[in-house]
């Protein structure tokens, strides 16, 4: 089995950061890309970032200069630091992986989703 936990949401006034964690676990052998989505109220899931096994990242427009992706592959891990926060970044954050276990060469996993609220 793979799970997949976020952490590091909460409410922060616009202006402000925070840092969403990503950690993988269970049986698994390889990672590939590591992705964070937002859901948006009463909108569907977009992606926001992606970030390579070997560290290539990509952003989407809204987010560029004020997001950054990282990744600790020790540690099975991925961060979102998100600086400059605006309301319209307010969202269930959701991880998204592409892992290679014992068993399955090619898995895609959700996270359950940590809630950022950007808000005064």
């Known amino acids: 089995q793979v799970h997949v936990v976020e952490s590091g949401g909460g409410l922060v006034q616009p202006g402000g950061s925070l840092r969403l964690s990503c950690v993988v676990s269970?049986?698994?052998?390889?990672?590939?890309?590591m992705r964070w989505y937002r859901q948006a109220p009463g909108a569907e899931r977009d992606l926001v970032a992606t970030?390579?096994?070997?560290?290539?990242?990509k952003y989407v427009d809204s987010v560029k200069g004020r997001f950054t992706l990282s990744r600790d592959n020790a540690k099975n891990t991925v961060y979102l630091q998100m600086n400059s926060l605006k309301p319209e970044d307010t969202g269930v954050y959701y991880c998204?992986?592409?892992?290679?276990?014992?068993?399955?060469?090619?898995?895609?996993?959700w996270g359950q989703g940590t809630l950022v609220t950007v808000s005064l």
């Open positions: 970030i390579t096994n070997d560290g290539s990242t």
């Open positions: 998204n992986v592409e892992v290679a276990t014992r068993i399955v060469r090619f898995l895609e996993v």
């Open positions: 269970g049986t698994i052998t390889n990672i590939y890309d």
